[in-house]
């Protein structure tokens, strides 16, 4: 029935709307900025974007990371639990938030003490970025839900007229 193949097509649609949320979001948490341990970065901060500092290391590293500029003093501030994210075949792991006063560019460094291959980088808070997950999510249901309805609606139209036509040739006949 043709309602059915619409019931489907809007499920795989829902689906495919949720699919590019979350993998905006997981864009949207990578870092966009990277840098060498020891080296001091310019990065524009916007609170509202809330951003983070993120580490990619094979190995466990003691870092020191400070952060001045911008038109007010940020603050580094420990991320609670532990927050991944894999971009390009790199496993960042976010270890840092960034609480800017207002917006501006910042100079954030970060070093460790270890001898160590280490990269850092600045992206968006990973919590703060599963927005575009949950946006994906409300699209998917209803229009997974709409395709669902017009499946119902139409099978129950058609057995309606097919149990009213068998009547009338029931009693015509």
Same mark, same amino acid.
């Given at each position: 029935m043709v309602f059915w193949g619409v019931a489907v097509a809007c499920v795989v649609a829902g689906v495919v709307v949720f699919a590019g949320g979350v993998v905006g979001g997981v864009?949207?948490?990578? +870092?966009?900025?990277?840098f060498?341990?020891?080296e001091s970065v310019? =990065? +524009? %901060?916007? +609170?509202?974007s809330k951003a983070a500092v993120f580490i990619a290391s094979d190995t466990l590293v003691t870092y020191q990371c400070s952060i001045t500029?911008?038109?007010?003093?940020?603050?580094?501030?420990k991320t609670a639990g532990t927050q991944t994210v894999t971009a390009g075949g790199t496993v960042w792991e976010q270890f840092l938030v960034i609480n800017a006063p207002a917006k501006g560019d910042y100079q954030l460094t970060c070093a460790n003490q270890?001898?160590?291959? =280490?990269?850092y980088? =600045?992206?968006r808070d990973v919590l703060s970025s599963l927005g575009g997950i949950a946006g994906g999510l409300v699209p998917m249901v209803l229009i997974s839900g709409a395709g669902l309805l017009i499946g119902i609606a139409g099978? %129950?139209?058609v057995l309606v007229r097919r149990s009213g036509a068998r009547k009338r040739l029931a009693v015509s006949g």
């Open positions: 864009a949207d948490a990578a +870092p966009t900025r990277t060498a341990s020891g310019t =990065v +524009p %901060i916007d +609170p509202a500029g911008g038109a007010g003093q940020a603050r580094l501030a270890e001898q160590a291959t =280490v990269r980088g =600045v992206g099978t %129950i139209v």
